[in-house]
């Protein structure tokens, strides 16, 4: 079995095991608008194939903290990737791993997985579960000062929509078995649910604007207490590397029962190399 082989295996069995596993957690998954894959799904190939990317990037400047808990050192360097497997034309998975390094030492690593099926044209099902994991620290819940990671499970629908150079899909999903609480601080009761949009734009062959932005709230159909926005810009230097630029801001909408309304920035500067 080749290392192609062998690193789809084992992303599989890693999807796998997240689902009907306890596992604790907080991640997200990075969006990039890559069209006209050749999906050559497993049940029709009865063979795998791995579509995703490798990646790695400098967050410079960044506000964003270290460690589960939203405190430590600058977020510096991360390095990852993503898999992605489709099962049927309709039925995919993703798995996505982020390390974290404050420019000194790893400070922590972050799992996403999802699965997504379409049942009819523009109306998808996703079922996800996010992890965050501290290298060498160990967060305390705000409340209860244990220990804990954050857990983020989730089951929602996406509304994609796609044209010859662009994709746009609003979506949002609803949270259960999860800790993972409202405002910047910590300090809101547990989340119930994200909605958001996700454009991609591929203005010319090589290159493509690629945006999020999702709001989280602690009641059902509401705008919440927080807001993510990431834009990335992917511009293909060769076949086989792109380079990556962008910004992420993560906000407080409204003050915490502490009356904080914080905020963190990064702007990111990164290769890629899509496979």
Known sequence: MNS????SVASLSLLISCFFLPQSSYAYEIFIYRPNIDKKPLLREKKLYLHGELFAQLQLPSTFPSYNDLSGPEDRFNYGFQNL???TENASILAQLITHDD???RTKFDWHFSFRYEFVKNLVLIVGHDSNHDSDY???DSEEKKPFFTNRNYVGIGFP????NFYIEPFTWFFHHTNQRGHLDLSGNKLKQEFGIRIGVRPVERL???FQMFFQTEDLFSLGQACWGDLILRIKLLEWIE?????????DIVHSGLDNKKKFHKFI?????PF
């Open 138 to 140: 160990q967060s305390l």
């Open 85 to 87: 497997i489709f099962l």
């Open 208 to 210: 493509s604007l690629n």
């Open 4 to 7: 192609k082989k062998l690193l």
């Open 269 to 273: 500067w990164g290769i890629a190399i």
């Open 243 to 251: 380079l990556s630029l962008g910004g992420t801001l993560w906000r």
């Open 161 to 164: 929509f796609e044209g010859n």
């Open 103 to 105: 420019g000194h030492k």
